[in-house]
């Protein structure tokens, strides 16, 4: 299988997302996200590892590419898990670019990614999109068991911001759990430097669902009438119903334009909502 490989392969009507390559340097993700949608197609997704041989795989890769191709790491893979500190892929695919004029987009929860500074802020042009889904750590660490707490993310979204563009990714939106806070959190970030906001609600997918579910069983009741009974059944996950879903998009839009920054919706069918690209391209 090659390492870049266009993205979204099946061709998903809901998205909105300007045409351009995927890169993942690992299969799986170590950071346990109860919501992850991957794990429902990636074999063994829990347990992450490197790709064979990728350094040498990448260098011919590159050289296909063609100038100002838009590339983004990883979309179902965090390119900067645990693994990362050790192995370093991402760091060394991140110097091979440096020699090539792509447009790159880093879509991470870590914060190891400032390691990575001293390369990010000489490269041609790169962005940045940092998943933020709660500033509680509590109930992050109970959502995202393996990823960095929301405090190490907002420190290093500001580190970045004083060198490339950030945006943050507030995803997924949760019924009863996370959707009181964006008030205050898109204040926070807008403090931290951050460009833009891009959103998506939670989608109810098989493995996703039941590990959800279990993990609180107060909501178990509410997510079943919102997304089974209530829900539509669209790509092969159940989707809150289609009033819902928008109150909701709306509501981090109207946050977002308070601290007037940039705002879209991911996956979510509201093109019209949106006042930029929902992968943070607009901020090459």
């Not at 949608?37 to 063994?44: D, E, F, M, N, V």
């Not at 500033?135 to 960095?148: N, R, T, V």
Request: glycine letters at 4%.
């Amino acid at each position: 299988m090659a390492l870049i490989t266009e993205f979204d392969p099946w061709k998903n009507s809901l998205c909105t997302c300007p045409s351009k390559y995927s890169l993942s340097p690992y299969t799986g993700c170590g950071h346990g996200c109860l919501y992850c949608y991957a794990s429902s197609y990636i074999p063994r997704f829990y347990s992450p590892r490197q790709k064979k041989e990728f350094i040498s795989r990448i260098k011919k890769a590159l050289k296909k590419m063609a100038p100002g191709s838009y590339l983004a790491l990883s979309n179902s893979s965090d390119p900067y898990q645990a693994l990362e500190k050790d192995l370093r892929l991402t760091r060394q695919f991140l110097k091979l670019a440096a020699d090539h004029p792509l447009k790159i987009m880093l879509v991470t929860k870590s914060d190891l990614i400032t390691r990575d500074i001293d390369i990010l802020k000489n490269l041609p042009q790169v962005v940045v999109s940092m998943t933020l889904t709660t500033l509680d750590h509590h109930l992050a660490k109970i959502l995202e068991p393996g990823a960095p707490l929301p405090e190490q993310r907002l420190i290093a979204m500001e580190r970045l911001s004083l060198y490339i563009p950030v945006a943050c990714r507030i995803d997924p939106l949760i019924p009863g759990l996370n959707v009181s806070e964006i008030p205050v959190l898109i204040k926070e970030l807008k403090k931290r430097g951050v460009k833009q906001i891009i959103t998506s609600t939670y989608k109810a997918k098989g493995d996703n669902f039941i590990r959800m579910k279990k993990a609180f069983p107060d909501l178990a009741g509410k997510w079943d009438l919102l997304y089974k009974d209530q829900g539509e059944k669209r790509s092969g996950s159940f989707y809150l119903f289609e009033d819902l879903r928008r109150k909701m998009i709306v509501k981090v839009k109207q946050c977002a334009e308070q601290e007037n920054l940039k705002f879209s919706s991911c996956r979510e069918n509201f093109p019209d909502l949106n006042t930029a690209a929902c992968d943070g391209s607009d901020l090459f």
